[in-house]
């Protein structure tokens, strides 16, 4: 391919975006591709690997070897260009508009263009397609969120520290310090972009500037998500994708935590990725309109993606599991109650008590005990009986193993400090004044009820393991990783109520699916929020 570097796009305000062309070989002219990070193009000469997690406008030799031209640039403020960058504010979403303008009117282009690249090059992605810009042709988004407030800042009004000091100091300034920057920005980027974010824990006019107005998009969209993505991209996908209005929109939902790799890998962009360019771009007949509407994967099964006809499943009815104080003998936790389908009595009034701090050492909600991290000893837990079948929920819910000689084994391992084997299903956060909009203070020694949201997933539950639900009043990096959050200053005593007038339960929706081969009926269940 043909390189020209460091064009320079002038913004409609004035300001110079910095942008590098790669062409293919041949007179053209090209449909063109646009991918646009804060994350300095002149870094793009690192491998794709994990340790450079940046590194995700996929495989540009790929794109120019099928006749696209390729152009990438560097955000406002960021690498090259000239500007603030300010997270993803007003300004960089006109750069976005203007780029795409620019790219259209250059000899080599034949004027349509669309745009690559996953994580924040999607996010962009999104701003840019609510922008509207003439030539801009479709859009395919790739792990990119819609709500930055909501879907990656603060998740339900409770400050994701672990996200943003990793990505802030990792991706943005650290790495454009290493990497060079443009003096004399210090690191390349001079914005406080955590105390700007501290400083606005409230959504607000700020934070809905850098919301996707995703009613505002006219072109065809395929959204592409991935259920580990619960922190992050997976909410802002799945919302955005409902709220498209549209009738040129697919949506596919994938298995496994492979995201980055498989983005760079032929076969997948053959498969999933090409094939929308190539028919909204170059005008191929492939028949990517012909197929289903919704593509999903369940996770923790083995099995190919299946066809849908809308997102979420009309068919699915809501079953209900109750929390309810009887022991299940399942996990060392705080009260090891139960899930049931089976609600309070009347001649019940019970309540949950959760008690912090904790007196043991503990990093956030995770308790250390003899070294050995129990993530489980220091929350409130409910969990079913061991399943009777295989069991789908498309929906902090984990999956707790099936372990052969239940009591004896949970007893060893008490024992020993060992929790039993878990996974980590979906998540969910609400900070309490946060119930409604805007905050309301809480009145201590009043009943509340909360709607907590948990985040949408697509999960196998094998027979003879068991649907767990976690609460508590925070998490803790050891157990929860780089989507923990800022746990404070707490003290006190919070009661969960569980009877007859308060009948606190768990909402899964359920799809009864054909018998199997082996005549199991396996449940589907399957959420939007």
């Known amino acids: 391919m043909r390189t020209m570097k460091n064009e320079w796009i002038t913004a409609s305000d004035g300001v110079r975006i910095c942008a590098d062309v790669y062409l293919p070989e041949g007179d053209g002219p090209f449909p063109a591709l646009y991918a646009v990070a804060p994350y300095q193009k002149d870094l793009l000469y690192l491998p794709a690997v994990s340790m450079f997690r940046f590194i995700e406008t996929g495989p540009l030799d790929y794109w120019t070897g099928h006749g696209y031209a390729v152009v990438v640039g560097d955000q406002r403020g960021t690498g090259g260009s000239e500007g603030r960058f300010e997270l993803f504010g007003p300004a960089e979403q006109r750069d976005f508009h203007d780029t795409i303008e620019w790219i259209a009117s250059r000899p080599w282009s034949t004027g349509k263009v669309s745009m690559i690249g996953e994580s924040a090059y999607s996010v962009n992605q999104w701003l840019a397609a609510a922008q509207r810009p003439p030539h801009l042709t479709c859009a395919l988004i790739y792990s990119g969120f819609t709500d930055l407030y909501h879907d990656a800042v603060y998740h339900g009004g409770v400050y994701s520290m672990g996200f943003l000091n990793f990505w802030s100091t990792d991706h943005l300034r650290a790495g454009a310090t290493i990497g060079g920057g443009t003096p004399p920005r210090p690191g390349g980027i001079t914005t406080d972009l955590i105390g700007m974010a501290l400083d606005r824990p409230v959504f607000d006019d700020w934070w809905e500037q850098r919301s996707v107005k995703v009613e505002d998009i006219d072109v065809p969209v395929l959204n592409i998500a991935w259920w580990y993505s619960v922190g992050l991209h997976l909410r802002g996908q799945l919302d955005g994708h409902e709220r498209l209005k549209g ?66 499943p009309r068919r699915a009815v809501p079953t209900t599991l109750y929390l309810d104080p009887t022991p299940a003998h399942a996990v060392l936790s705080l009260n090891d109650g139960s899930l049931t389908t089976t609600p309070p009595a009347r001649s019940t009034r019970t309540a949950t008590a959760y008690d912090y701090p904790n007196p043991e050492w503990t990093v956030g909600t995770t308790v250390i005990t003899e070294g050995i991290p129990q993530p489980t000893r220091g929350v409130l837990t409910f969990t079913t009986a061991p399943l009777e079948h295989d069991t789908d929920f498309h929906v902090k819910i984990s999956e707790q193993k099936a372990v052969p000689k239940l009591k004896e084994t949970l007893m060893r391992r008490v024992a020993k400090n060992v929790p039993p084997p878990s996974a980590m299903v979906s998540r969910g956060w609400l900070k309490a004044s946060h119930r409604a909009h805007p905050p309301q203070p809480i009145e201590p020694g009043t009943v509340v009820r909360y709607e907590i949201e948990v985040w949408p997933t697509s999960y196998l539950f094998p027979k003879g393991s068991r649907i767990r639900l976690e609460i508590a009043n925070g998490d803790s990096a050891v157990a929860d990783g780089l989507f923990h959050h800022y746990y404070g200053h707490k003290a006190g005593r919070d009661l969960i109520h569980h009877d007859a007038d308060h009948p606190s339960h768990l909402i899964l929706p359920v799809i009864r699916q054909p018998a199997d081969s082996d005549n199991r009926a396996p449940l589907v269940a399957t959420t939007s929020s």
């Open 247 to 312: 009738t040129d929109k697919r949506l596919v939902v994938l298995a496994g935590t492979d995201s980055h790799e498989r983005y760079y890998q032929t076969d997948f962009l053959d498969a999933y990725i090409r094939p929308w360019y190539d028919h909204w771009l170059k005008g191929v007949d492939n028949g990517v309109m012909d197929g289903p509407a919704v593509l999903i994967q369940v996770a923790n099964s083995g099995r190919p993606p299946r066809e849908e006809s809308e997102w979420p």
